[in-house]
Each structure stands twice: as C-alpha cells, then as structure tokens.
C-alpha cells in the first residue's frame, strides 16, 4: 500500500480527452494543449507523452523550467511558453527549443540577441491584448512592428499572432465575440506582409463553446484534464477527469455522544458512532475550507468528513453502522462504485473552481501515472 496518499493520473482518459477535443476542429487546426502549473497538479512528466501520442500538435507552459522539464522527455515535440520570461530565463526556454511569447520591443531585441548567440531561431508568438488586460500590447501597430522585427531577424522565426480571451466560460458571449473580431481584424492585416503567420485565441471554454474561435490553434488547458470549463459536469462534453486522489483509513474508533474529533472540537458526535482517521489534509492539498463540508467515498458509500482538517489528517463520521475497517481505500476526488465525487463539487463550497482544486494537490502527493480507460 501507498503512503498517506496518491494521485491516480488516468492517462487512457487523458488520450481520450485530446483525441475528443481534437475531433472538434477543422482539420488543418492544431491542438496545443496547456501544462503548464504541473499539467495542472496532474504531473506534467506523464501528462506530456500521453498528449503527445494523442494527437498533441503542440504543447503549452507558463515557464522556462517547465518547457525544459518537458524537452527531456519529449525530444521532438514542438514547445510554446506563453508567459512572461525573465531575462535570465530566455537562454532555458530557447535551449529547450520552445516558441515564445512577445509583446515588447526590448524583449525581442534581447531574445534576438541570445537567439544568435545560441545559434538558434526561435519561434515568436505575438501577444496581442484584446480584452485580457494582464500580458501582450493592445497597440496593433506594436504587432505588426514586432511581426516585422521577428520576421527580418535571421535568428528569429514569426509564428504567430495570439491573443487569450477574458470571458469564454461566461454564457454571455459578446466580449468574447469582440476579443475573437479583434485578432481577425489584425491577422487579416498581417496577413498581407506575412501569409503564413498562424493566429491563435482559444482556450477550453472558448473552443467548446465556439468554433469560430478555433482560428489555426486551439490552447485546451482544463478540459484535457477532463474537468469542465464551465464547472459543471464534464460528461456534458464527453470528457473523462484524469485525476482522481485517494488515501486510506488509518484508525476507526468508536465515539460517544459529545464526544469530538479534531482541532478546536468544531464536530462532535450527536449520537454513538464510529470515527475514520485519514492520513491526508491540507498538507497534501485537502482544503481546510473543506472541514465539516467535504465528503468523501469509502466502500461505495459516501461518507462526510467532520471536524477540523488539519495538516496530515482529516476525520469522517462513518455511522453506527458502517462496515470501513482500517486498511480500507478513501476516495476524495473520483469514482468507486456508483458514487463520485469531481473536482467541480469540491471547489462549490470553497468558493473556488476546479483548476484550482487540482492545482492545490501539494508535492508530498505522489503522482501514479494507470493506463486504464480506453486509448
Ligand atoms: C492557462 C491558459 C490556457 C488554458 O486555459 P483553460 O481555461 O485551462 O483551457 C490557454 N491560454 C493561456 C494563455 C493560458 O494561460
């Protein structure tokens, strides 16, 4: 058995993810998809061969050292970091043979200017703002500047006009429309100067909602996961989650009425009952905000958890009658039985979303790549 407990990373699930997303563009439109924060608390070391033979055509990071952390087990697939870099990391991400972002003079001339040092030609992907308000330039004069800057320099290669969309999750889809008008209206531009520069916009939200987003590139970040974009259910899309988190029960006792559970005795027991210790808190990414809220499933039962989570435990009133014993699995993200449990559930009494309930699975978490699920 497992320490404490692990992440389960449905790798057949995730190459279902990528080939059903992929099934949705026209083909010709590449499938780039984002791992960027660790493939998003899913372990980007697996995640990224996975995606690569299901039809990745690209794959996206936030980070020099990501990008590089790629590289070494993916020797040819071509790489984008969509972030902003650091002077000191533009040497990692070129090494890596990675694409990267631009939006500012200076940059590029530094990024030339290494690019030839290295005897290299990176690819550069110009950030056009078209709503986001957070990276890239909203002068699309500067674009088409840095287009040209990109294209006469012998150690840089354009490869593309990108923006990112602020609102595709929303139902109202009037900004998004906007953004969408916005890069068409400058890639037709660009077009004229540079035939081949590809545009790119779309992410999980923008690219199931619509198509008209797609352009030459789609960026799916949440749905490869197989989580839903929108929060809801994401079999609603025909996606399969690829993480599941489980751990096991440590000690089960037998509680009298009064009698409390954990840190500041925010639980006690109404009536006789029997208590499970789990070997897993917010250390491991259990959100303390999930105390006397969470559930979790054991035996194909759910059961919730009460008291206080704290760093290395949580505790679960089983009942009177529960038949758990010491030993048994506990699953706190995924399915056993009939009953599951998504990420999407658990972040509705955090306040928070999905991506945020996997990214917060902390390092003591080992990741375990299975190769169930359909390919
Ligand atoms: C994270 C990210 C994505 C992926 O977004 P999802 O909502 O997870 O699909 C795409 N593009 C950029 C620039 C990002 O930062």
Redesign the pocket.
Known sequence: MYERAEARIDLGNLRHNCRELKSRLTPGVELCP?L?ADAYGHGALHCVGAVAEAGADRIAF?TASEAVLARSVAPDVPLLV?GALAPGEIEMAISAGADVSAWEPGFLATLADQAAAAGLVVGVHVKYDTGMGRLGTTDPELVLELARTAEAHPNLRLAAIWT?FATADEPDRSFLGQQSVRLAELGERARREFPEVKLHAA???AMIADPSSHFDMV?????IYGMD?FGNDPADHNLRPVLSLHSWVAAVRDFEPGQSAGYGRTWRAESPTRVATVPVGYGDGVRRGLSNRGEVLIGGDRYPISGTVSMDNITVDLGPDSGAKVGDEVTLIGAQGDEAILAEQIAVPLGTIN?EVTCGISPRVPRVGTGSGPN
Do not use: D, Q, T, W
């Not at 960026?219 to 749905?223: E, L, M, N, S």
């Open positions: 984002v960027k936030a969509l990112h992410n999980s939200a960026r799916p970040g949440v749905a974009p991506y």
